[in-house]
């Protein structure tokens, strides 16, 4: 059912609106017109994801087949197609669920890359460009080549990083089928920064890096400088492995997964994504209050050399219109498998949450979105 609401109240000349906490969230639906806003969003649910609602299943078809492709964190089946429409921060429509609780696979990552800025911000790490063996003392970047990875190359996934995290090889993720496989497994890798490639396991390393500078649960780190200050709610749970856990300063710590790949990560409402969404979208600035260093997100949005697609994980940047041809190339968004998004639009003033949408639909979702907007 579509949820439309009318205006409610007026944003003062130049003061930008954020909601407040939990529920308090004011609707306007002025800027768009009625009836092709509701054509959007009935192309949207037209185009729900085809996969398995059991996201168990739907691991088992896919990710399950590969070498070392067993779970090791939880899973749980997923609502119908939910999604926010957010515009100068007011919502101006939903649809499904949007406190349903959910996975969201690789839009984990944001959260992971959000609590490495964070530890820059306070010190804890001194430079993105320093090698992150200076930080990690157990062992992980020890040798030739992962001792030349900094934090940089982790952020934009162009370190190529070599070993077994959690059981997992690097090799492991997303190989090539058949043959080719043992060629993979035994090539030279690249040297950082010369190359991308999308990895699981690596995006599990940094959240692991991030664990042994803040030394607290990186979940706790998030809930404490950004999930409460933004008004979120206390329904988001963020999920490891059996196998994840490390021992620092006589504590037993939890390692965070940086998606689902294998199970865990990030389960988290449609409402509260687009509050992080509504933070990003704001340069980290929340009611006054900069929240992330607005020096960091300017630095997550700049394209990668060898991916100008790929900012910091997982900031998917529209660079020459490439990824999202309706859209203007300076927006930018959260994506994870699913698919999951949220769309940030500075040039619109636009946030927008779609869970279980088609990939390939997203655009022709958005081209209805922009001819929908009145102003």
């Not at 940094?206 to 329904?235: C, F, Q, Y």
């Not at 704001?282 to 020096?295: A, D, F, I, Y």
């Amino acid at each position: 059912m579509l949820r439309f609401a009318p205006l409610l109240s007026i944003c003062l000349l130049g003061q930008a609106y954020y909601p407040g906490a939990h529920d308090d969230w004011e609707r306007r639906v002025a800027d768009f017109d009625a009836g092709r806003l509701s054509e959007a969003i009935s192309y949207a649910k037209t185009h729900e994801s085809k996969a398995p609602r059991d996201l168990r299943l739907a691991h088992d078809l896919s990710f399950g087949r590969e070498l070392y492709g067993e779970p090791m964190g939880p899973f749980k089946t997923r609502g119908e197609m939910a999604g926010v429409i957010l515009k100068g921060g007011y919502i101006a429509a939903e649809w499904g669920d949007p406190w349903r609780v959910d996975m969201t696979f690789s839009v984990t990552k944001s959260l992971v890359s959000t609590t490495v800025g964070l530890a820059v911000e306070q010190g804890l790490i001194r430079s993105i460009d320093d090698p992150v063996a200076r930080y990690v003392p157990t062992g992980e970047f020890d040798g030739a080549l992962n001792s030349k990875i900094t934090w940089d190359h982790l952020l934009r996934q162009t370190s190529d990083w070599e070993g077994t995290l959690w059981g997992k090889p690097d090799w492991a993720d997303r190989p090539p089928a058949g043959k080719a496989i043992q060629e993979y497994r035994l090539r030279k890798h690249n040297e950082p920064g010369a190359s991308y490639k999308y990895n699981d396991v690596r995006v599990n390393l940094l959240a692991l890096a991030a664990l042994h500078v803040w030394r607290r649960p990186l979940p706790l780190v998030l809930k404490e400088r950004i999930m409460d200050p933004i008004g979120a709610s206390n329904t988001w749970r963020w999920h490891g492995y059996s196998n994840s856990w490390i021992e620092m300063d006589g504590l037993k710590m939890q390692s965070v997964a940086g998606g689902a790949h294998w199970g865990g990560g990030l389960w988290i409402s449609s409402r509260d994504q687009a509050r992080f969404g509504l933070l990003t979208l704001r340069n980290g600035k929340w009611k006054g209050k900069q929240l992330m260093p607005e020096s960091w997100i300017r630095l997550a949005r700049t394209p990668t050399s060898v991916q100008p697609t790929y900012g910091f994980m997982n900031w998917y940047l529209n660079t020459d219109r490439k990824l999202w041809p309706s859209a203007p190339a300076t927006a930018f968004a959260h994506v994870g498998n699913g698919t999951n998004m949220i769309y940030c639009d500075p040039e619109h003033d636009l946030v927008v949450v779609l869970r279980w949408i088609e990939g390939d639909a997203v655009d022709g979702f958005l081209q209805r979105l922009f001819q929908a907007m009145t102003k």
